[in-house]
Antibody, heavy 125, light 113 residues
């Protein structure tokens, strides 16, 4: 059974950076994209971008371009999201989510079939 | 960017009754090459991550009860819960994966009347 397990809650000062990890177990790590989605308190879902480990290619939402970086570590089957220059509006729950498309065999669908439990990031002075 | 607009924002339905949520896309999300609509529906219960219910607009994920069904094509889609159960209280989101940036509807809150 595939699971995505994220790192714990973070409290950060404005202007600092945060890194959230997402450990993937029970599956072929490299062949599925890992997406990052955030949800501000009481708000909807916002896609930040994603990374395809097998190609080490990332795509970033224009809104976060220049402030966010996605990386992966295949040895630990973990994906990372780093967000810099934090401001209060970045207070949100951050989710990693696997998409169902398999980039090694080019089949499947890109809806987000498995999600991490979420990581709460609070930005406050 | 493709904008998804859901309606209504919230609805209250009696147990056992039908609930229907609409999702309208600002662009066609039916891909002509494979004749598939690149739309998914998620359920998010309080304090939980979203859960994929339906992809390709009408294909239920494994383990999802058959009271959940999806329909529509092109720009207009519907999620229907045929007989609302207490555990269906949640916020429901549509999501297009036709073109990046992937986008979501604003959500529809379903409650028990």
């Amino acid at each position: 059974q595939v699971q995505l397990v994220q790192s714990g809650a973070e409290v950060k000062k404005p202007g600092s950076s945060v890194q959230v990890s997402c450990h993937v177990s029970g599956d072929t790590f490299s062949s599925h994209a890992i997406n990052w989605v955030r949800q501000a308190p009481g708000q909807g879902l916002e896609w930040m971008g994603g990374i395809v480990p097998i190609y080490k290619i990332s795509e970033y939402s224009e809104k976060f371009q220049g402030r966010v970086t996605f990386t992966t570590d295949e040895s630990t089957t973990t994906a990372f999201m780093e967000l810099t220059s934090l401001r209060s509006e970045d207070t949100a729950v951050y989710y990693c989510a696997r998409d169902g498309y398999q980039y090694d065999v080019l089949t499947g669908y890109k809806a987000f079939d498995i999600w991490g439990q979420g990581t709460a990031v609070t930005v406050s002075s | 960017d493709i904008e998804l607009t859901q309606s209504p924002d919230s609805l209250a339905v009696s147990l056992g009754e039908r609930a229907a949520i609409k999702c309208k896309s600002s662009q066609n999300i039916l891909y002509s090459t494979d004749n598939k609509n690149y739309l998914a529906w998620y359920q998010q219960r309080p304090g939980q991550p979203p859960k994929l219910l339906i992809h390709w607009a009408s294909t239920r994920e494994s383990g999802i009860p058959d009271r959940f069904s999806g329909g529509g094509s092109g720009t207009d889609f519907t999620l229907t819960i045929s007989s609302l159960q207490a555990e269906d209280v949640a916020i429901y989101y549509c999501h297009q994966y036709y073109s990046t940036p992937w986008t979501f509807g604003q959500g529809t809150k379903v409650e028990i009347k």
